[in-house]
């Protein structure tokens, strides 16, 4: 088991820059791949960013060149660097772990989710 609790979410306007925060306790972090995701209203799940244990990144092409995602295996944290935000990045956003090393872009595939962080976008 891994529990996941995300921060960092909140209004800013667009154009500014924030970062969310992704702590993890449980199993050994490094076991798992880890992903940050977004839910809008009324649209599925989708995946934002991903690494797996090894360092391998994937981004939404929506997000590439303005997001990026890190992990600190020591700190059992990932983090989800987002700037020049746009009000089409409100969302709530979840961190999520999958036990391996495969990233996925499919929520299903992932194992374990936090309980999301309010990210909204005024223009």
């Known amino acids: 088991q891994v529990q996941l609790v995300e921060s960092g979410g909140r209004l800013v306007q667009a154009g500014d820059s924030l970062r969310l925060s992704c702590a993890a306790s449980g199993r050994t972090f490094t076991y798992y791949a880890m992903g940050w995701f977004r839910q809008a209203p009324g649209k599925e799940r989708e995946l934002v960013a991903a690494?797996?244990?090894?360092?391998?990144?994937v981004y939404a092409d929506s997000v590439k060149g303005r997001f990026t995602i890190s992990r600190d295996n020591a700190k059992n944290a990932v983090d989800l660097q987002m700037n020049s935000l746009k009000p089409d990045d409100t969302a709530v956003y979840y961190c999520a772990a999958r036990n391996g090393a495969t990233i996925y872009y499919a929520s299903a595939r992932y194992d374990y989710w936090g309980q999301g962080t309010q990210v909204t976008v005024s223009s």
């Open positions: 690494s797996s244990n090894g360092g391998n990144t």
